[in-house]
């Protein structure tokens, strides 16, 4: 039995070129990093929620309470370590703050007093904090806020 050379050189090429394709789209693949988690930057509606009582301009106004208003937020916390979890926490309070404030005006309120941090613990129970308070499973992190609605009085003259 006699072999082409031409035969096996051009088997032997193609082989080898996707031999060596297929081993560059490995190495590539290897030595690419994931993506880096991106988070959006959130402030705090200092002049429509209040952690108290309403402060500043407004902290003579008559108001009319219209009830609790409830907020949640969620964010991924694989990379929690590098960006720094109490400063994901502040940043997604203050979406949620945002998001009470929202439900406030849904409701036909003017601005939200009272603003806590809710906690469920592992026994059923829940924990009101004044300050940022955010739980966490390694994956991703949630904060619930809870507040109460309000509207601002008419003023007569």
């Known amino acids: 039995m006699k072999i082409n050379p031409?035969?096996?050189?051009r088997f032997f090429w193609r082989f080898s070129w996707r031999f060596f394709c297929g081993f560059c789209l490995v190495l590539s693949?290897?030595?690419?990093?994931?993506?880096?988690?991106?988070?959006?930057?959130?402030?705090?509606?200092?002049?429509?929620?209040?952690?108290?009582?309403?402060?500043?301009?407004d902290s003579k106004r008559p108001y009319e309470v219209l009830g609790w208003v409830r907020a949640k937020a969620g964010y991924p916390t694989f990379e929690q370590a590098e960006v720094g979890g109490a400063a994901l926490c502040v940043n997604y309070f203050n979406k949620a703050a945002a998001s009470l404030l929202d439900e406030a005006e849904k409701a036909g309120g003017d601005a939200v007093i009272q603003v806590r941090s809710v906690v469920l613990t592992l026994d059923g129970k829940f924990q009101e904090y004044p300050t940022p308070e955010c739980s966490d499973d390694g994956a991703e992190g949630e904060i619930l806020l809870k507040g109460i609605a309000i509207r601002y009085k008419k003023i007569t003259q």
């Open 6 to 9: 031409k035969l096996l050189c």
């Open 29 to 57: 693949a290897c030595a690419s990093s994931l993506p880096t988690e991106r988070h959006d930057h959130y402030t705090f509606p200092e002049h429509d929620v209040f952690k108290e009582t309403p402060t500043g301009k």
